[in-house]
């Protein structure tokens, strides 16, 4: 007979997947809001500036202790790898690239993971069943990509200015949260979270003004609400229920969102924005996810 405390915990976790499948896949159109009327760092600076603030606020009244000093090092090089590096290069890229299509990229961020866990000494080997699946996702790009590969004799390597973005996004990604699951330890991981987001709001907020981004900051009503649905939605519920997830559920599970987000970004672009959504989208995306499968299936089976 299942007892009280395990149907709580099972509606946790469906409420908490629920969270990150739903709320992470709509960010890549509230930041497409977003960066119609702001510029993009000093966007994601005000998002992560208010949401580690709110965050902070709530976990010192819950008396939850601060990170040691040793920590504070560690926490500034996973928010400015995640965060700054990771979230200002996906923003900027939406200045170009639909919202769906840049999720759909950024799909493939296990590649990145397995690609950098194989070249450290002490990570996980790359099988061939995971290089199989690298190569699965690089033909997906090249089907999502083809349009402009054909015509990048007219264009030239500068109309891939977003797409690039958001591959390196990915690598900072990527080496953000290796380097985070291995330096840093023994830390309420919401307080982590916290101030990595204020550490890469200060930093991002700075960075706009540098590049002169002030005078363009008009906070419309449209903008305003953007950035409310990414403080609350993106940071505050969805970042905070990947973290709760990550601490009761197995990380091969947490990781099926990868498979979710583009797909819910993908709908809501094609039902707001009206973008295009064409049996070459359709076939992209497919092709990558189903490299992200077996590229995931393959380093479980290596881990087990």
Do not use: Q
């Not at 965050?55 to 090092?73: K, N, T, Y």
């Not at 197995?250 to 990868?258: F, H, N």
């Not at 498979?259 to 359709?282: C, S, T």
């Amino acid at each position: 007979m299942r007892t009280s405390a395990e149907s709580r915990h099972k509606l946790m976790v469906a409420l908490n997947f629920t969270s990150v499948y739903t709320l992470w896949g709509s960010t890549y159109l509230a930041i497409r809001f977003g960066v119609a009327d702001l510029p993009p760092a000093l966007l994601a600076g005000t998002r992560f500036l208010v949401a580690g603030a709110i965050l902070l606020a709530w976990l010192l009244w819950r008396r939850v202790p601060l990170p040691p000093r040793s920590l504070f090092g560690p926490l500034a090089v996973t928010g400015l790898l995640l965060l700054f590096g990771g979230n200002w290069l996906v923003t900027w890229a939406e200045l170009t690239v639909p919202s769906g299509m840049a999720a759909v990229i950024v799909a493939n961020l296990p590649f990145f993971v397995a690609a950098i866990e194989a070249a450290r000494g002490d990570g996980e080997p790359l099988s061939g069943a995971g290089v199989l699946g690298l190569v699965i996702g690089f033909a997906g790009m090249l089907i999502l990509m083809w349009p402009k590969l054909a015509a990048i004799e007219t264009r030239g390597p500068g109309g891939f200015r977003g797409e690039i973005a958001l591959l390196a996004a990915n690598l900072c990604w990527a080496s953000g949260s290796i380097y985070a699951r291995r330096r840093i330890r023994g830390i309420a991981p919401l307080m982590g979270v916290a101030f990595e987001m204020l550490i890469a709001g200060v930093a991002l907020t700075a960075a706009g003004f540098l590049l002169g981004e002030a005078p363009r900051y008009h906070l419309t009503s449209r903008a305003a609400l953007a950035v409310g649905w990414l403080i609350v939605a993106g940071s505050l519920c969805g970042y905070s229920s990947y973290i709760w997830l990550l601490h009761h559920v197995p990380a091969a599970k947490v990781s099926t969102y990868a498979y979710v987000n583009p797909i819910i970004a993908v709908f809501l672009g094609w039902l707001v924005l009206d973008e295009a959504l064409d049996w070459r989208m359709a076939l992209g995306t497919g092709v990558i996810l189903g490299g992200v499968a077996v590229v995931n299936a393959a380093r479980i089976r290596t881990r087990t």
